[in-house]
């Protein structure tokens, strides 16, 4: 595997169900993110950890909840959700956390809640 | 806060035409500005970057774009489009001061026509 990869690249699920998205990055990175993409809305930075810490929560709700165990992999666990969390969530890893460092996005994975 | 505008949401052209699109931010500091693309079912890709330097940025696919800091304008162009340009652009930007949140414009999507 090569760049960042995202499982599982769809999922549906219910209001009340628990579910996980998993990212992994083979590039070496130090940093991670999870970004937002909804229909006709810009990207929305939701997480970012840098070397294993969480250094930005976005005012997101608490039925979202990142765990980043090592600075290769990076999962966003989801429970109770509701349906305008349907989007397409990316990942991105970077060398770190400058602005001048390049972020590389995974293909996301669609998450449709009904 | 800042902000990035795309303003225009799809841009329909022939096959072999030029095109522009046109991103515009709003910032009195100094900024990092990038292209992406994403093509359907994809994440994003770095189509090109400006950190400092030369004003006019070249980047992959035979795309372009010029920093105008005083219109505060980095329009993406290309001087000629194939099909497989069909895909959304998004324009992004940071702060020059090491932070590193991308706020991306709203996308523009490219449509190419045989």
């Known amino acids: 595997e090569t760049g960042v990869t995202q499982t599982p690249r769809h999922l549906v699920m219910g209001m009340t169900n628990k579910k996980s998205l998993k990212c992994e990055q083979h590039l070496g990175h130090n940093a991670m993110y999870w970004y937002k993409q909804s229909a006709k809305k810009p990207l929305e930075l939701m997480f970012v950890?840098?070397?294993?810490?969480?250094?930005e929560n976005n005012s997101v709700p608490s039925r979202f909840s990142p765990e980043c165990p090592n600075s290769s992999h990076l999962f966003l666990h989801l429970h109770t959700l509701q349906p305008e969390d349907s989007a397409l969530y990316l990942c991105a890893s970077s060398h770190g956390t400058a602005s001048s460092y390049e972020q590389y996005f995974g293909p996301g994975t669609r998450l449709t809640v009904t | 806060a800042q902000s990035v505008t795309q303003l225009d949401s799809q841009v329909p052209v022939f096959e072999e035409a030029p095109v522009e699109l046109r991103c515009n931010y709003s910032?009195?500091?100094?900024?990092?500005l990038f292209w992406y693309v994403q093509y359907p079912n994809q994440g994003l890709q770095l189509l090109l970057k400006y950190l400092s330097g030369s004003t006019l940025v070249k980047g992959i696919n035979g795309f372009e774009a010029e920093f105008n800091k005083s219109q505060t304008s980095f329009h993406l162009r290309k001087p000629s489009v194939h099909i497989s340009d069909t895909a959304e652009y998004f324009c992004?930007?940071?702060?020059?001061?090491?932070?590193?949140?991308?706020?991306f414009g709203s996308g523009t999507r490219l449509l190419v026509r045989p």
């Open positions: 950890y840098s070397l294993e810490e969480r250094v």
């Open positions: 910032s009195s500091v100094s900024v990092y």
């Open positions: 992004a930007v940071t702060p020059g001061d090491s932070s590193y949140k991308l706020i």
